[in-house]
């Protein structure tokens, strides 16, 4: 079957969800990036996250090209967040992208990656002594001033100069799950437009911190240009800088419905208001997370067991410890059985954990899934490993890169000996 014709099928349908390397064998099932599901299955277990290599570095190519060719000063700045992985640090970093880390923990991780500290930006708004001082020693190029206890810390631990950009709340609300929000008037994150104006004057008052600019960041999942747009306008009123990190928060399609902006669209509309509200001279930085990572990865699982009762319960070997993203914000996401892609009739795809709300999708349309059978559940690149728990003592999956038929593991599938390890006796 042609491409062409694939996409008005229900296989092209769900196939239109998996990552851009992913294509059917001739007995209908899913490769990807060239490896069959079966045997990525039979040899690293379920449930497992595969991620098309070539999609990710098409992804971060893709974002570069179409940042650059709107605005040349720039850089694209992967919100490490969405998918930290030793591996996807090394990976993104070999495509040139900037690193955003928030805290010790992906501090460390990016540059076990061996990324280049100047391309590292830290952010956290509760970075303690410890983080700043491992930041300051480490060489990270930006430092994202939250709070004043921030600029505190900083003087405190900066021998020399460190640039700094400093956290603006742009007082806007974007059209997510509340959860997702960060830009809105009583957010978490970030100094009100008055209070920044008295850490601007702290900071260019300071002779160790060098403020370069300003910083900003709506929210994830973000469905619409406009709010991008808004954002702009309102940190205008601030003066002129030399650098603008806009942060990221581009939503991503995971079911059929969802019609995100295309990355082009996105760049469209905020480099168009970028020309409008800052200076021509400025670099401007993007921070993409979940739109840089979340379609090139897919998790495998198996079905366990299947319950005809009020509805029909396909229940597989993983769920809430493996994918938060449901329960903490409500995410739909679609599936399919491996070996016979395409819809079907409705059940409730449901995991193994003790709670009623673990269930994965609710009404997917399923061809005749079996007990020990694939399912695999695209769209689960951002924020699932990075939520990943050890919740009823599962066990956090192995990570596998798929590319060109060749798969190799990069993260091992947690041991029971693993969930003992940290006991002290
Ligand atoms: C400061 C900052 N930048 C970028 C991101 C990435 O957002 P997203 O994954 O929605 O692109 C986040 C995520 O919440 C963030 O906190």
Known sequence: MSPVDLRKTPEGQILSLFPSGTSLNESNELLLGGCSASELVATFGTPALIIDESALRDRARRYQDALRSRWPNS??????????????????????LGIDVAGGGELVMALAAGINPSKIVMHGNAKTDEEIEMAVKAG??????????????????????????????PGILPD???????????????????????????????????LDGLHLHLGSQIMSTEPFIQSLQAIASLGEFSVYDLGGGLGVRYTYADSPPTIEEYLDALIGAARKYLPASAKIMIEPGRSMVADTAVTLYRVVTIKRSTRTFVAIDGGMADNLEVSLYGQRFE????????????????GRHCESGDILIDGVKLVDPK???????????????TMANNYNGARRPPVVFCKDGVARAVVR?????DLLARDVT
């Open 176 to 210: 997510t799950h509340l959860a997702n929000a960060t830009g809105q008037n009583d957010s978490k994150f970030g100094l009100s437009i008055d209070d920044a104006k008295v850490a601007i004057a702290r900071l260019k008052a300071s002779n160790k911190l060098r």
């Open 371 to 385: 007990i020990g059978e694939i399912i695999a559940v695209p769209v689960t690149g951002a924020y699932c490993l």
């Open 140 to 169: 990270v190029g930006t430092i994202v001033v939250d709070n004043f206890d921030d600029i505190d810390r900083l003087e405190r631990f900066v021998q020399n100069e460190q640039a700094v950009l400093v956290r603006i709340i």
């Open 75 to 96: 850089e694209v700045i992967w919100a490490s967040k969405s998918l930290p992985l030793t591996s996807v640090f090394r990976v993104l970093g070999e495509e040139g």
């Open 413 to 417: 599938r947690e041991t029971y000996d």
């Open 335 to 350: 599936a399919t059985v491996a070996t016979r892609v395409g819809g079907g009739e409705l059940y409730s795809l449901v």
